[in-house]
C-alpha cells in the first residue's frame, strides 16, 4: 500500500497531538503540593523541604516550594500560599511564623477545598488547619529540662533562657516544658505565655537565629555574669550562645541544653559545646505532609488531628535517672536521613 508523503505528515501530526493530550492529561492528574517554611536557610528547614522532596518524587506528585524572609515573615508565607494556589495546589503544608496572624489566609485556603497541614509549629488555634505534623515540643522542653536538673546535681541554677519570638507556639511549649522538666513552676502545654521564676535570671528573643543568640546572650552576660545554664530554643541559638560564652572566657563553667537534634547539633553536643538535645525529626513531617497529600488528591481523604513525630533526648553525657541515646545514635538519626 502506497502512502503518500501528505499522509504521514498527516498521521505524524495525529501522533504528536495525542502524545500531547496524552502529557497534558497526566499533567492534569499529578497532585500539587505547596510547601511554606519559615525560612530557607535555617538548617531544620532546608531538611524539611529535602524530606517533601524526596517524597514528591516517590509519589509523583509535583512540589512548590516557598518561605518567609525570616523567622516572623507572615506576609511572606501568606504571598506564597496564594502563588501556590494560584498554581493548582491542592494542599499546603506550613511552618506558621505567626501562629495567630496566618490563620485568615489558612482559612480562605480552605473554604477553597485546599486541605492545610501544619508542620512541626501549630497555628493558633491548632484547629484553624485539618491536621499537624510535628514534634510534641513540650515533652521536648521536659527532656532537656529533666536532664539539666539531674546535671546540676543540686547546684543552684541561674539560668538564661533564649527564646523564640513573643506568643509563638513552639517557644512557649519548649521554654515552658524546660522549667517544668527542671522542677520549676510552668504554664502547661497549651499556653503560649513564657513562665517566669527566679532562677531565670535573663530572658530574651534570639528568634532561633545565631547572630541575634550571640548579641542577646552578650547582653544577658552583662545583666547575669554568674550564668551557670543557658536554656536555648534550637541549635543556631546554642551556636551563639556558646560563641557569646567563649568570647567572655565563660564557656567552660556554663551548659547549654537545646532541642532540634539536627546533624550539625549533635557534632556540637558531641564536642561539649551543647549538654544535651531533643532531636526531632522533620524530614518525617514532609514525608508524611506529602503523602497525605497525594492520599487528598486520589480519594478525597483530608488527614486530621495532631500526629506525633517523635522526639529522642541525646545527651553528650548520660546521667543517672534520664533516659537519652548517645551522640552516635543521634547522628545516624539526625533529621530522620535515611
Request: proline fraction near 4%.
Amino acid at each position: 500500500m502506497h502512502t503518500s508523503p501528505r499522509s504521514i505528515l498527516v498521521l505524524a501530526a495525529l501522533s504528536l497531538a495525542a502524545a500531547s493530550a496524552s502529557t497534558a492529561a497526566f499533567a492534569a492528574d499529578q497532585p500539587v503540593i505547596g510547601l511554606v517554611t519559615k525560612t530557607e536557610t535555617n538548617p531544620f528547614f532546608v531538611k524539611m523541604k529535602e524530606g517533601a522532596q524526596e517524597e514528591a518524587k516517590k509519589q509523583g506528585a509535583k512540589l512548590l516550594s516557598g518561605a518567609g524572609k525570616a523567622d516572623g515573615d507572615n506576609a511572606g508565607q501568606i504571598t506564597a500560599m496564594e502563588n501556590m494556589i494560584a498554581a493548582g495546589a491542592k494542599t499546603i503544608l506550613i511552618t506558621p511564623s505567626d501562629a495567630k496572624a496566618i490563620v485568615p489566609a489558612i482559612k480562605k485556603a480552605r473554604d477553597k477545598g485546599v486541605m492545610v497541614i501544619a508542620l512541626d509549629s501549630p497555628a493558633d488555634p491548632p484547629d484553624a488547619t485539618d491536621a499537624l505534623f510535628a514534634t510534641n515540643n513540650y515533652t521536648a522542653g521536659v527532656l532537656i529540662g529533666e536532664y539539666a536538673k539531674a546535671a546540676m546535681a543540686g547546684k543552684p541554677a541561674k539560668i538564661v533562657a533564649l527564646d523564640l519570638l513573643p506568643g509563638h507556639p513552639v517557644g512557649a511549649q519548649r521554654h515552658n516544658g524546660f522549667m517544668k522538666g527542671f522542677g520549676l513552676q510552668a504554664n502547661d502545654a497549651k499556653s503560649n505565655e513564657l513562665s517566669k521564676a527566679p532562677e531565670i535570671v535573663c530572658m530574651a528573643d534570639s528568634y532561633g537565629d545565631q547572630a541575634k543568640a550571640q548579641t542577646v546572650m552578650e547582653n544577658c552576660l552583662q545583666k547575669a555574669p554568674d550564668v551557670n545554664l543557658v536554656y536555648t530554643i534550637n541549635e543556631p541559638a546554642a551556636a551563639g550562645a556558646y560563641n557569646a560564652l567563649k568570647r567572655a572566657g565563660k564557656e567552660k563553667g556554663v551548659m547549654i541544653v537545646s532541642v532540634d537534634g539536627g546533624c550539625q547539633g549533635i557534632k556540637d553536643t558531641a564536642a561539649g559545646i551543647i549538654a544535651a538535645t531533643s532531636q526531632q525529626y522533620p524530614l518525617k513531617m514532609a514525608a508524611m505532609g506529602v503523602a497525605a497529600g497525594v492520599e487528598y488528591a486520589k480519594t478525597g481523604k483530608k488527614a486530621s488531628g495532631y500526629v506525633d513525630t517523635g522526639v529522642t533526648l541525646i545527651a553528650g553525657k548520660s546521667v543517672a535517672g534520664v533516659d537519652s541515646k548517645d551522640t552516635k545514635t543521634g547522628a545516624e538519626l539526625c533529621w530522620g536521613k535515611k
